[in-house]
C-alpha cells in the first residue's frame, strides 16, 4: 500500500501560484501512477492532473491546462503540482492518489478516481481576493 501526504495548500489571490506537493511512502514511484483531484464544496471529486509511472507521459483536465503542471522527484518520491494563474473555480480540497501500473501504467494515466486505490487526505486550496 502506497502512503501519500499533500502539503502546500493555502490562500491566494487570483492570479497567483501555489505548488503543492504530494510526498509517498513504502514504494517507489516507479511503481505508481499519480494522480490529482480536487473537491470543491458542493460538487462531486474531479480529476485534475496525473503522471504515469514512468514519469513520461502526464495529463490534465481541460479548465486547467496551460495553467497546472504535473512533476515528480524519484529521489524524494515525491510529486508536485504548480498552479498558476489560479482562478476562484481552483478552490478545493486538493487530494493525491496512487494507482499501482509499473507497467499498464507506464505509458498512460487516467483521471477517473476508480483507477486509484491508495489516496491522501488532501490539502485545502482557496484563492480568493
Known amino acids: 500500500q502506497l502512503q501519500l501526504v499533500e502539503s502546500g495548500g493555502g490562500l491566494v489571490q487570483p492570479g497567483g501560484s501555489l505548488k503543492l506537493s504530494c510526498a509517498t511512502y513504502?514504494?517507489?514511484?516507479?511503481?505508481?501512477?499519480i494522480g490529482w483531484f480536487r473537491q470543491a464544496p458542493g460538487k462531486e471529486r474531479e480529476g485534475v492532473s496525473c503522471i504515469s509511472s514512468s514519469g513520461v507521459v502526464t495529463n490534465y483536465e481541460d479548465s486547467v491546462k496551460d495553467r497546472f503542471t504535473v512533476s515528480r522527484d524519484t529521489d524524494t518520491n515525491t510529486v508536485y503540482l504548480q498552479m498558476d494563474n489560479l482562478k476562484p473555480e481552483d478552490t478545493a480540497i486538493y487530494y493525491c492518489a496512487g494507482a499501482w501500473g509499473p507497467v499498464d501504467l507506464s505509458t498512460k494515466c487516467f483521471l477517473w478516481e476508480s483507477q486509484y486505490a491508495d489516496w491522501g487526505r488532501g490539502t485545502q486550496v482557496t484563492v480568493s481576493a
Open positions: 513504502g514504494w517507489i514511484l516507479d511503481y505508481y501512477a
